[in-house]
């Protein structure tokens, strides 16, 4: 009962962190404090490790992905935040266009974003990329500090960049083109 007292407690800990957060409306801003609509957050060398099952059953890990000999691009996302909603149409575009040559994958930072919530999401926004249910560590593995984060990891399990905010389909492609 404790463990589960104290479980709870840290998993609360993380949701308010992100809802304190809140969802990025905006670029992020580069070192010279302007508005770079691709500015880098940070670097954190590896990709970390992580296997997950999206809401259609696949399972998706980093293993998986660098066996592909193929980037990846991990989006983090909430379904109630605004600036995801917005990326969405170009995440599913960047999918389209880009499958056989990268791996998209998004990933929920809401342990409230069950598979029957996603999949509903999904369904109603005509979503196509893969979608793993609400799972905060892996934000927490990858440094990322909040939704609309995306991450690019080339070949070799390095990560590329960071970057948070909205951005259009061009700024996404831009994103492909770093990691092709």
């Known amino acids: 009962m404790k463990k589960t007292i104290i479980f709870m407690s840290v998993i609360a800990l993380l949701v308010v962190g992100v809802f304190l957060t809140g969802c990025t409306a905006g670029k992020t801003p580069d070192s010279s404090g302007t508005n770079n609509p691709v500015a880098e957050i940070n670097s954190l060398g590896k990709s970390p490790d992580f296997t997950a099952t999206t809401i259609t059953g696949e399972t998706v890990s980093t293993k998986s992905y660098l066996a592909s000999s193929k980037p990846t691009i991990v989006y983090f996302m909430a379904s ?3 600036t995801c909603a917005k990326n969405w149409p170009s995440l599913n575009q960047i999918y389209s266009d880009y499958k056989d040559e990268i791996n998209l994958v998004a990933i929920s930072i809401d342990p409230t974003d069950t598979q029957e919530v996603l999949s509903k999401l999904a369904k109603e926004k005509g979503l196509i990329f893969p979608i793993v249910p609400g799972n905060p560590q892996v934000m927490v593995d990858f440094g990322v500090k909040g939704q609309a984060t995306t991450v690019g990891v080339d070949v070799q399990g390095n990560i590329r960049f ?17 990691l092709l």
């Open 80 to 82: 109630w935040c605004p």
């Open 162 to 178: 960071i970057k948070s905010g909205e951005f259009s389909l061009e700024e996404y492609r831009s994103m492909v083109g770093e």
